[in-house]
C-alpha cells in the first residue's frame, strides 16, 4: 500500500533554518499526528509536502515515487491560513473546489451534500463563507479538503477552535478516512486528542525530529514508572533500586521512574520488594505517561527518557 514520506527536507527562510534533515513517514491507513512547538516547523514541512512551498533540500515521495503535479493534485490540504473565498456560497464554492480536482458535476453535488452532510453543515450550503461562525467555517475547509476523495489528507491545526462536537465529528471522519486506506496527517498543540486519535506521533523541534513512534513506544523505550502507596519516599526505601529515581513524593505516595535500559523488567517487583521492606503497600501500580509528558520531555533540553524512541526516520526506509 502507498505511503507518504518526507525526506531529509531542509528549508531556510534568510537567516532562519525552519527544517533540518527532517524525515517523517505516513503509512497507508495510519493517522499521524504531528506536534511541536510554536514555530517547530509543522507548517512549513506540510506546506512541502502538499507542494506549494519548495525544500532547499530532500524530497517527498508517494507510494516510492516524487511527487509532482498529479499527486499533490490528489491531496487534500487544510491549510494553517484556511483557503476559502469569504464572500462565496458554501455550497457553490464546494462544487467549484470538487470540479477544479477533476469531479464530473454529478460527483461534485454528490460530494458536496454528502461531506456537509457529515460535518453538519447541509443546512448553510446558501450561504456566504464569511456569515459563518469560525467553527462552521472550519468545517467547509474540511469539506473542501474532502469533495474530491483524495488520496491523502494534510490538515494544519484542523482541530483549532472547533467545539467538542465537531472535535468528535472531525475525528470520526479522519478514521474513517484513515480505515479506507489514505494517509492522514495533521498537526496539533491539542496533545490530548492527538494521544486519543493518532496511530503514530511525530515531535519536532528547531527544525528535527526528536522522536517519533507509536505512543506507546514512545513510552516503552525510556524509563518505566510505578506509583507506590506506602512508606514514605524519604525513609530511603527507592534508592535501594537500582536506576530509581524519585519523580513525585507527597506523603505516602510516591512515583518513581526506573532508568534501566533494556533490564527494566524486573524493576517493579524490585521497588514492591523494597517499599515492603520498610512498611505495609496498599497500593501498587504502573503509570503511564500521557503524551503530554512524553512531549515535554522529548521537546525539553534534557531529553532522553521516557520518550527514549528517538528515531531516525531514515532508518526505516
Ligand atoms: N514565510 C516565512 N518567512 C520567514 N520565516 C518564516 C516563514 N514561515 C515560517 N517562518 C519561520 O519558520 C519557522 C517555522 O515556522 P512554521 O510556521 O513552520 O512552524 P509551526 O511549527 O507550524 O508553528 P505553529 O505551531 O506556531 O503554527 C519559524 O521560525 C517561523 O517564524
Redesign the pocket.
Known amino acids: 500500500m502507498p505511503e507518504l514520506e518526507l525526506v531529509d527536507l531542509d528549508k531556510s527562510?534568510?537567516e532562519?533554518h525552519?527544517l533540518r534533515d527532517m524525515s517523517l513517514t505516513v503509512g497507508s491507513g495510519e493517522i499521524f499526528g504531528f506536534v511541536?512547538?510554536?514555530?517547530?516547523?509543522?507548517?512549513?514541512a506540510m506546506r512541502i509536502a502538499v507542494g506549494v512551498l519548495a525544500a532547499d533540500a530532500g524530497t517527498v515521495r508517494w507510494a516510492g515515487q516524487p511527487v509532482g503535479l498529479a499527486v499533490s493534485s490528489r491531496i487534500g490540504y487544510m491549510p494553517?491560513e484556511r483557503g476559502l473565498y469569504p464572500r462565496m456560497r458554501v455550497g457553490s464554492q464546494l462544487r467549484y473546489l470538487a470540479r477544479l480536482h477533476g469531479r464530473s458535476p454529478a460527483q461534485a453535488e454528490e460530494a458536496v451534500q454528502r461531506w456537509t452532510h457529515v460535518l453538519g453543515i447541509s443546512s448553510r450550503l446558501d450561504d456566504e463563507v464569511q456569515k459563518l461562525s469560525l467553527g462552521n467555517q472550519q468545517r467547509v475547509q474540511l469539506c473542501a479538503a474532502l469533495v474530491f476523495e483524495p488520496d491523502i489528507l494534510i490538515l494544519d491545526?484542523p482541530f483549532s477552535g472547533l467545539d467538542p462536537v465537531a472535535v468528535d465529528v472531525m475525528s470520526q471522519v479522519l478514521r474513517e478516512r484513515a480505515d479506507a486506506g489514505v494517509p492522514v496527517l495533521f498537526?496539533s498543540?491539542q496533545l490530548d486528542l492527538v494521544e486519543r486519535l493518532c496511530d503514530r506521533v511525530g515531535i519536532?523541534k528547531d527544525g528535527s525530529m526528536v522522536a517519533v513512534g507509536s505512543i506507546d513506544e514512545l513510552r516503552g523505550r525510556g524509563g518505566l514508572r510505578w506509583q507506590v502507596e506506602g512508606p514514605a519516599a524519604d525513609t530511603g526505601w527507592p534508592e535501594r533500586v537500582p536506576g530509581a529515581r524519585v519523580l513525585s513524593s507527597r506523603g505516602s505516595l510516591t512515583v518513581v521512574e526506573v532508568d534501566r535500559p533494556g533490564q527494566a523488567d524486573d524493576a517493579g517487583q524490585e521497588l514492591l520488594q523494597a517499599a515492603l521492606a520498610v512498611g505495609p503497600v496498599d497500593a501498587f501500580g504502573p503509570v503511564r505517561p500521557h503524551l503530554v509528558e512524553l512531549y515535554r520531555h522529548a521537546v525539553s533540553d534534557s531529553g532522553g527518557p521516557p520518550t527514549g524512541d528517538r528515531v531516525d526516520e531514515g532508518a526505516r526506509r
Request: aromatic share 6%.
Open positions: 527562510y534568510g532562519i525552519a511541536g512547538s510554536n514555530g517547530a516547523g509543522k507548517t512549513t494553517e491545526e498537526s498543540h519536532i
